[in-house]
């Protein structure tokens, strides 16, 4: 079995549909889901019924990984994380062009950034290449290893340094991506006058924003909102639709709105992420 995964723009081959025997006559193939790099959904097949269990997904483009897969079946398992209607992610580069502006506009101060070390800030980096920064881009130390892994898998992310050893002076005017638990940590003094942003799906929400003293949010999620959640439904058109991971009841009412039938398996633990 070959499961290999690439990234969006056709620089690595993904041969992820090759399906897996498992016992009792069931076969499970892996498809893109497009939340991170080598992601995958889940399709399970037996005696002609169709069960896709999607994972963590997103529809927007993303440069370093594959996107999602819209694949019919009978029962479709979903996430939610950012299931409500509220929940309307802005096109990714119109969040690069605030941190572009911002940045412009305190060039003595540098801007720090919060995301995720696995998917976000990968994602970050190559949307800001794509938007025509070239300038070296620092990370945290708990950035670093991810980002190489990244690269050694085909995602090209430019001149990506550590922080450490760099002097305060020289990071004027610099793009630093950190950990969000580091953004007011005693790590970020040692930077200039750092200007804070954060990168997540939950700074649509004003009182998200204010809880971790952000002065820039950045609505960048690796999750589908709410147009993405019920877009796939009706794409992948299911004879049943079981709802997990966050906001199932609005997701749950949509469906019955729209004669689809669904169900909401209600998990614990997964609701309070910083994604």
Request: with cysteine; net charge negative; glycine share 8%.
């Amino acid at each position: 079995m070959a499961v290999r995964y690439g990234v969006a723009d056709g620089t690595s081959v993904a041969d992820v549909h090759e399906p897996i025997a498992l016992r009792g006559g069931v076969t499970a193939t892996f498809l893109p889901a497009g939340h991170v790099l080598g992601s995958a959904q889940i399709l399970l097949e037996h005696a002609g019924e169709r069960v896709i269990v999607t994972g963590d997904y997103k529809r927007s483009p993303d440069p370093t990984c594959l996107p999602f897969a819209v694949t019919p079946c009978d029962l479709f398992i979903t996430e939610a994380t950012f299931g409500l209607p509220v929940f309307n992610h802005p096109p990714i580069g119109h969040e690069i062009a605030k941190l572009l502006d911002a940045r412009r506009a305190n060039p003595d101060r540098c801007v720090l950034v919060g995301a995720y070390a696995l998917g976000k800030a990968q994602r970050i980096i190559a949307e800001l290449r794509v938007a025509g920064w070239h300038e070296p881009i620092y990370l945290h130390g708990a950035m670093e290893t991810m980002c190489r892994l990244y690269e050694s898998l085909g995602v090209p992310l430019g001149d990506v340094r550590p922080v450490a050893g760099v002097a305060k002076a020289d990071l004027a005017g610099a793009i630093v991506i950190c950990p969000p638990s580091a953004l007011n940590d005693r790590w970020s003094r040692r930077l200039p006058d750092p200007l804070t942003a954060m990168a997540s799906g939950w700074m649509r929400i004003r009182q998200r924003v204010r809880q971790r003293g952000v002065e820039l949010p950045l609505v960048i999620s690796d999750h589908a909102d709410w147009h993405e959640l019920t877009t796939t439904i009706a794409e992948v058109n299911p004879a049943e639709t079981w709802i997990t991971h966050g906001r199932e009841d609005a997701l749950l009412r949509w469906c019955e709105l729209h004669q689809r039938k669904a169900r909401a398996l209600a998990l614990t633990g997964y609701e309070d992420e910083d994604d």
